[in-house]
């Protein structure tokens, strides 16, 4: 059975995409079928993805070490050979697990929530198409085929964020999101193309050799290959919604709620730190790089967080919240754990896939209603959702013993020994992992008020919209909103310090030495208390009423502004756009239509005009061709005969001498 | 010198035919490249064909190295061939004829658009 | 010394007519005037002791040949006679070129010296043409068989037309 | 034997040695006056040809025919020949002038070279050709060109029809009659009509030939241009066809052409076919000539037969007789022949 799993692992993508296929091509009309053929897929492909889970568990840390590959060449050319097939190893599986789990839950809770839509045969389809896209990034064997998958994920994420293509808002949205992560991905296949130029290989497990050994294989220096690492994570920072392209993300809401969901919080976003996961032996060969990256995710977890605080929609909330916890992954892999951001990875798409479904029932229960003030005491009406609710905010705010406690605690605790606060920092950059550190305990505050703020406002206190008649949501979406709640709590635990050898998370998805994580009671206090000060403060301001926002706000309004406005970084992007692009455009335009243009007609003006004049000698009267042709005869017999050539051309004419 | 001279002229050998022959030839060769209607080619190029054989028949009978006609055999394949093509060419001739009602090769011009 | 003279008589018949043929602006008459220099041609075989070749020149060119063409000019002759056959405006660099072409084939015949072996032809020359055609050429001959209905068949599909039925 | 071959020599030896004419001017000389000895023989048969087939079409028409001038009429047609010469030749203003005037010529020309290769008896001919029937075939298919050059030179559209006409018609019927001829050459092995004569000693071809023969007859018919296959002179849709505009001697010369040609055809099939001048029943002591005139007027007599009994096919009909019945016999017939000649070769060995 785990035989058959392993051999047959490009299978676990493949279904989705037959379903896919089979959708659009046969099944479209038939809403049902095609509803079941996606879940029977992606099922399967869950199921497969189990047996090869718990075999790994079983069999230790033998994957990690001795990762099972199946390849096959796709084609081959001297520098550059690219095999397809999978490559399974603990860290992949991990993601398989995730991502199948995920994609299950949320096409079955699509069932509720799509329900009555008319194009849901198409978001199966999309839905399954992008299943097969991540599961085949999670086992790419190697750096290409992962860039091939992820741009089919891009190009779901723009199928489904513009769902509903007759909102232009969506299509919009669908348009920012698929040009900024265009603009990233550029970064990555140009630091690809890089690495295959001066390393000779995309493979994933040949890069891990060479890379620690560069300079025996290359003739780069530590800054060139500095600059390479920094030029691929770009790609990552694009499709994680790292600073500074991080734009897309919130706008990406305007597509479902389950695809929000599965995408844009679960698993397609965290595409971009499983990347660097894969290919983190580069920047940890390269300490600045590395610091790099820390920098980049502790910003963008601050950054995000402290615009979440002013957001007034659910949606809006929450994905800036993604943006912060994908800074805080960022983070971990900067502080070179890949234990630490995997773990953060998968507990975090437990809370926040949790989060954003609890989201879609209460929009689905309010009618679509955007703005949070519009809610209010949504408790009493939807019991299930609220509870689950409660358990995604404890877990993101990394309340014990909830799953965001164990994750966030362990990227902490690297970032701290990280930092120069430790007392026995590794690595060359201990003051600014200091400052890094400072940057993630005030995110990991903020993350427990602003996650409040919405849980308070939304349901206690009274029923502020008068329209609607809230109500819970049906089986088929509470069902996987318990399901989800019971993993983001349980989820946590496979982290608890102290836990040895086969047991704990860190001894199967690490890089380097597995070392027992000892508790940092410090640390844990520390956290626990900022989350619950926030908790605490938000209660006091949202819940008791204690003390007014407002008068927060008229206090320092410029700030609120700057929050509320997202640090005005669109308008920047747009003032770019409208100046500085725009206007380099009217340039190159005016270039193009005067030179380029010029020569181009130029060349087309001179076939013209040689065509008028050579079409003189082409009469199209067959006499002047053979007239011409015997001409030429007789040139070359006349040619022939007084220059004396003894060819054999005068021997066939008759020989003359 | 002039001796010599008539007694060429006078003794009818190769040489004569082979001028003969080609004389003819470039006669016909003249017809298909200045003549309009297109039949008058078609006779220039029958005449063509003509001229050949008596080359083919000349130089069987004067350097032939055994007593063999094979070419004879060959100018009656020409001739057989001239049949054919004036069969083919005449029946060309007609069909362009009747979808653009004229024989003059300078109206027969799409081999320029 | 009478060859000689039939010789010049032929030839003067044979290359007057065809050029006759070129120059008369009747296509009519250019026709007759290729049919006489289609005889001039077999008498040129009846000089080379090639009498059956002679006929056969007689009865395809003569016969055959000629009577097609005339069919065509038949078919295809319209408005006034004496302008059914004009010139077109290369005719001038034509004849330099065909003047050139003369001379040179002229001087290159002359000029070359040519392996005689002066066999004594045989007296029956339709008997060795029919064994060598049936035996040494049959391939050619059947070929040359095969041509022929082809191009009867090609003939008359391209001037009848085929038939769009069905 | 030859008794001709014996007057020539005679004739030869007083030119050269009598009188001292060179030989060669003397051999120009005699063939000048053979060539107008057969032009004579042939026109000498006009006078009868035309008064025997008048007298046949009365007889089939049960009329009396000429009967005024001399015995049974027989002094009419020369009468008439007077008539004909003294007429004025009218030339139509629009015609032709070269080929008008040539066409007859030619016609004559052409139905008189045929004679140059036919024997009428044992080395009573001109020139005795290795390939005479080919010859004679070849010469027979130039006429054509005479006819097409009167109907165009005339200027006229029921000329220029009738000897459109016509040519279609010789040369359609051109290849049957060679395809017939072909089967007794395969069965002598000849060309020379000589050798073909003397092959027939024991048994005449028309037996082994029949088909050929039934070939032969029709598509000299067609050849000839004689009723009931005379679809180029067709009075009633055609006026006259080709000679519809020729009047006087220019008339009178296609007249004798296709006498000329009518008595050409007729001596080829009985050389080919009736033996020749192979006596009948071993009646040695009548001369070959004689043999040899009587099948030819035993010929004649056929044609005539056939003209004044048949009436005129339509020129469709005509065309497919030609190319759909009487070819593929013809090739039937050399195909029989040849396996005859196999199934021949092996009992005899």
Redesign the interface.
Known sequence: MFDFALNNAWLIPLLPALAFGIITLFTKKMIKLSASISIGAILISFVLSVILGIELIGQGDTFLEHPYKAVVTWFSMPGLSIEVGTLIDNISVMMLLVVTFITSLVQIYSLGYMRGDPGLARFFAYVSLFAASMLGLVIAPNLLIMFVFWELVGLCSYLLIGFWYGKISASAAAKKAFITCRAGDFGLLLGIILLQINFGTLDLQQLSVMIPNFTQYTGLTAVGLTVIAIILFLGPMAKSGQFPFHVWLPDAMEGPTPVSALIHAATMVVAGVYLVGRILTLFITLPSALLFVAIIGAFTALFAATIAITQTEMKKILAYSTISQLGYMMLALGAASLTASMFHLMTHAFFKALLFLGAGCVLHAMHNEASIWKYGGLRKYMPVTYWTFLIGCLAIAGIFPFAGFFSKDLIMEVTFAASSLSGHAHGPFPVAYTVLFLMAALTAFLTAFYMFRMFFICFHGELRSKEVQPHEAPKVMTVPLIILGIFSIISGWVGWPGLGEGQAFGYFVRLGEFQVMEANWLLIILSTLLALFGIGLAALFYWKKSFSPQAVIERVPFLYKLSYNKYYIDEFYLWIIHNIIDKCGWLLWKFDIYVIDGIVNGFGKMAQWGGAVMRKVQTGQLQHYALIFFMGIVLMLLLLSFTGVHSPAIGLMGGAK | MIDIFMDKFLTIGLEHFLILSGTLFFIGLFAVLAKKNVIAVLMGIEIMFTSVNINLIAFNRYTAAEALLTGHVFAIFVIALAAAEVAVGLALIISIYRQRTSTDVQDFDWLKW | M?MAVMFYIIAFVTLGSALMMVISK?I??SA?LM?ISF?GVAAVYILLHA??LA??Q??VY???I??FI??GI?FTMKGE?RKTNPFSQNAIPAAVLILLFIVINAVTVIKTVWPFSNIAPP????KAIGDLMLTKYVVGFEVTAVLLLTAMVGAIVIVKGVKKSS | MDIFLVWVDIFRNWLTAGIGVPA?AAEIFIKIILVLIVIVFVCCNLIVLVWLERKFSAFYAMRRGPNRLGPAGFFQFPVDIVKMLAKEDIIPKAA?L??FKTASICAFITAILAWAVIPLGKGLVLED???GI??F??????G??AF??AG?GSNNKYS?LGG?RT??QM?SY?IPMAFSLLGVVMLTGS?NLSDINDAQRNVWFVFPQILAFLCYFISSIAETNRAPLDLSEGEQELVAGYFLEYSGIRYSLFMVAEYAHLVAVSAIASIMFLGGWNPLFGLTFIPGFVWMMLKIYFMIFLFMWMRWTFPRVRIENLMHFGWKVLIPVSLLNIFLTSIGLYVFQAITG
Do not use: K, Q, R
């Open positions: 009478t009747n009519f008459h007759l049919l005889i009498d059956f006929a056969v007689v009865l003569a016969g055959a000629t009577v005339v069919f038949m006679p007296e029956t020359t339709a | 060669l032709d070269p080929v050709l290795n390939i080919f010859y075939i070849a010469i027979g298919s130039t054509t060109i097409i050059m165009f220029l459109m040519a279609a040369i051109e060309l």
